[in-house]
């Protein structure tokens, strides 16, 4: 609970200047390659970590789907994930977004024996640095897919319900469009 509340204080850091739009000079590009680490304490489990890196197609302001890659570790025990991934932006405020995102991915390594894939559930913000790139805030809920009830322990904290909170660099590439 004590991540939860923090996570939202950061995210409301960051918010509560951008309520007033202006008129935005940030576009994003048509393509964005985004470079990420959530990570999550446990008292009883080892902290998990997860690099993700992920491209993503702009079809309009608000949508974007592409593919997501990542790697977690939770001490001795690592997994690697790939699958598609979808993004929706709500409309731009003075210094970034707000946005959804969601991701299945689908495992191989240690979390193969603990279940066939991952979904992960977020919600962030954009803060925009520069033309057409951001730092990314995200609060991430996963869950396994098709998990397996009788699952070894080690990998089964890599993999259980959790919230992890994340950061991350996104970098548009390609055209940039104004954003409206």
């Not at 923090?6 to 390659?33: K, S």
């Not at 699952?151 to 548009?172: C, D, H, K, R």
Request: aromatic content about 12%; proline content about 4%.
């Amino acid at each position: 609970m004590k991540k939860l509340l923090a996570a939202l204080f950061v995210l409301c850091l960051f918010a509560v200047p951008t309520f007033a739009q202006e008129d935005p000079v940030w576009g994003h590009g048509t393509d964005a390659w985004i470079f990420g680490l959530n990570w999550e304490n446990r008292e009883d489990q080892p902290t998990v970590f997860q690099t993700t890196g992920q491209w993503l197609h702009y079809t309009s302001d608000a949508n974007a789907f592409g593919v997501s890659l990542s790697y977690l570790a939770a001490g001795d025990v690592d997994a690697g994930g790939v699958g598609p991934a979808w993004e929706f932006n709500f409309p731009a405020l003075q210094r970034g977004h707000f946005f959804v995102l969601t991701r299945a991915e689908f495992l191989t390594g240690d979390a193969a024996d603990v279940a066939t894939a991952v979904g992960i559930l977020g919600v962030g913000y954009k803060l925009r640095v520069g033309n057409s790139s951001a730092v990314r805030l995200t609060l991430d809920y996963s869950d396994t897919i098709d998990g397996e009830p009788d699952a070894p322990t080690a990998g089964a904290a890599l993999m259980e319900q959790s919230y992890t909170f994340g950061v991350a660099f996104e970098l548009g590439v390609n055209k940039n469009t104004p954003v409206r």
